[in-house]
């Protein structure tokens, strides 16, 4: 069985800054792209950043500047650098992994269960 554990949400004032980490365990063969999504309440979730499996990055436009994710020291990690933030990056932050699990198999998308990010003014 495959989890993503999310790490490093918080409380932060504006202007501030926090790091999200993400890591994949269990049984994997191997890993494509690895990215974060967000989610407020009763909004749609929201792509914020992804990594291709050769290191390159893609960004929405909101956090284009502030934000950077980059792997993790350890496998199957990606880490979300967020800075600058603001009220309106106040949301719930979803990692996603495209994983093989078994030789020969499809790319599976593989979702935390996410971490709290709250940016007060």
């Known amino acids: 069985q495959v989890r993503l554990q999310e790490s490093g949400g918080g409380l932060v004032q504006a202007g501030g800054s926090l790091r999200l980490s993400c890591t994949a365990s269990?049984?994997?063969?191997?890993?494509?792209?690895m990215g974060w999504y967000r989610q407020g309440q009763g909004k749609q979730r929201e792509f914020v950043a992804r990594?291709?499996?050769?290191?390159?990055?893609t960004y929405a436009d909101s956090v284009k500047g502030r934000f950077t994710i980059s792997r993790g020291d350890a496998k199957n990690t990606v880490d979300l650098e967020m800075s600058s933030l603001l009220p309106q990056d106040t949301d719930v932050y979803f990692c996603?992994?495209?994983?093989?699990?078994?030789?020969?198999?499809?790319?599976?998308?593989?979702w935390g269960q996410g971490t709290q990010v709250t940016v007060s003014s």
């Open positions: 269990g049984t994997i063969v191997s890993s494509d792209t």
């Open positions: 996603k992994a495209t994983l093989q699990m078994s030789r020969g198999d499809y790319y599976r998308d593989v």
């Open positions: 990594l291709s499996s050769d290191g390159r990055p």
